[in-house]
């Protein structure tokens, strides 16, 4: 499944465990959103519960392909942070300071942190940020959604991913002796039974755990200390086997394994909705998609992404930049260009659901090959899509939010 824990978190109707279809708009993704949209902002859908996660991915996207993101929507993102140094998924009124009714969470930070890590230029919002993540470590190491909630396998790996950002090693960032490692292996399956090498979102209230496919390409990704947009390598592990995770990239490989073998005959995963059929997740298909590149499942990685690029143009159409995104993430790490992905230019589709960036490379510039955009799309490009990207019920949006060491903008 794909269900964002955040949303869980601030949904009162969300439920963890469930999954909503795979083309199903959410309610933040409304054509007349209950907030209006900030200038600055990517995306027209109701920006309440997915702002601040979606402009980070979107400004991750563009660095990654060499975009200069616009000023202003670098601004808003940073202009969202609270005193403390946390961020919350959206605040409409940044001139009013952050009270206990502003819902801070470390997913939203977490982004926050390794997009202006990348974009520059607001260096002391991602400090502060960080020490704030580190103050609200949980005692097995590891990260709940909300300060102080029960770590889970994404929280904790996105965090893994912020501290990477900003040049700190997880290894020594410690509570009680543990480290973010600690918290992931507690939570990797054993090599025997359902869900085989796979990873839990967060034990039951027995202390069971459950495979979990979403949680399982965030914490491959955490637990090698990764980033999102894996470069791809010419290795390829050859092996599919289980082994007892002794250590982090022992388990990292299990869990990239079982993606490997669930992904193995459809090419895709899939969200399941009670009283529905299957139907693919193009989501979490495409964390996968990185997660098994990071974990040099290579051959795995690009028939998925193969498959993506058949099937998935439509969901992102509809769901919005951070889809894009994540389109772009997963097309890079299974060794395909964003510029040429099933036909599109996803960075031109990605550059048009907001404010021009300051520049945007020809075909010459910049670590993505393809096409320069055209004039048309520099003067805004028509999409064909009625729906912003949210964070509620069952959003679409990846989770396994994390972009190898790049270069700070000067």
């Not at 009162?12 to 465990?17: E, F, K, L, N, R």
């Not at 709940?144 to 501290?163: E, R, W």
């Not at 491959?220 to 982090?248: F, I, M, W, Y």
């Not at 260009?337 to 490379?361: C, M, Q, Y």
Request: proline share 5%; hydrophobic share 40%; glycine share 10%.
């Amino acid at each position: 499944m794909n269900v964002r824990r955040s949303a869980a978190v601030l949904a009162a109707t969300a439920v963890i465990g469930t999954a909503t279809p795979a083309m199903a708009a959410d309610p933040s993704a409304s054509p007349s959103p209950s907030v209006a949209i900030p200038d600055g902002l990517y995306g027209t859908g109701d920006p309440t519960y997915d702002g601040v996660w979606r402009q980070s991915l979107t400004l991750m996207a563009q660095m990654e392909a060499s975009v200069e993101p616009a000023d202003k929507a670098v601004d808003w993102l940073a202009g969202q942070q609270c005193a403390n140094g946390a961020f919350p998924a959206f605040r409409a009124d940044t001139t009013k300071t952050c009270d206990a009714k502003v819902m801070v969470d470390t997913n939203s930070t977490a982004a926050a942190v390794q997009a202006l890590a990348a974009t520059g230029g607001h260096e002391d919002v991602p400090r502060k940020a960080v020490a704030w993540l580190k103050s609200v470590q949980n005692k097995d190491g590891g990260w709940g959604y909300t300060a102080g909630g029960a770590s889970d396998a994404n929280s904790t790996s996105v965090v893994i991913g912020a501290l990477t950002a900003v040049g700190e090693q997880a290894t020594k960032v410690k509570k009680n002796g543990r480290t973010p490692y600690d918290a992931l292996l507690r939570l990797a399956l054993p090599c025997a039974g359902d869900g085989a090498g796979a990873f839990a979102y967060q034990p039951d209230k027995k202390g069971g755990l459950s495979a979990n496919a979403d949680a399982t390409a965030a914490a491959v990704l955490g637990a090698l200390g990764e980033q999102q947009t894996n470069v791809h390598s010419d290795d390829d592990r050859a092996s599919q086997s289980c082994e007892k995770p002794g250590d982090s990239e022992q388990a990292a490989h299990n869990g990239a394994s079982y993606l490997a073998k669930t992904m193995a005959k459809d090419k895709y995963l899939k969200s399941v909705l009670p009283g529905s059929e299957d139907q693919p997740d193009y989501g979490n298909t495409a964390d996968a998609v990185v997660a098994l590149s990071a974990a040099d499942f290579h051959a795995e990685a690009t028939a998925s992404v193969h498959w993506l690029e058949a099937n998935a143009l439509k969901w992102a159409a509809q769901t919005g930049p951070a889809a894009y995104a994540q389109l772009a993430f997963a097309a890079q790490a299974g060794g395909v260009s964003p510029r040429e992905f099933g036909g599109k230019d996803l960075i031109v589709l990605l550059n048009a659901t907001g404010p021009k960036p300051e520049h945007v490379p020809g075909p010459k510039e910049g670590r993505a090959t393809g096409t320069a955009e055209s004039d048309d799309s520099k003067d805004g490009l028509s999409i064909a899509w009625t729906v912003g990207g949210g964070l509620v019920l069952g959003s679409l949006i990846g989770f396994a939010l994390m972009l190898r060491g790049r270069k700070r903008r000067a």
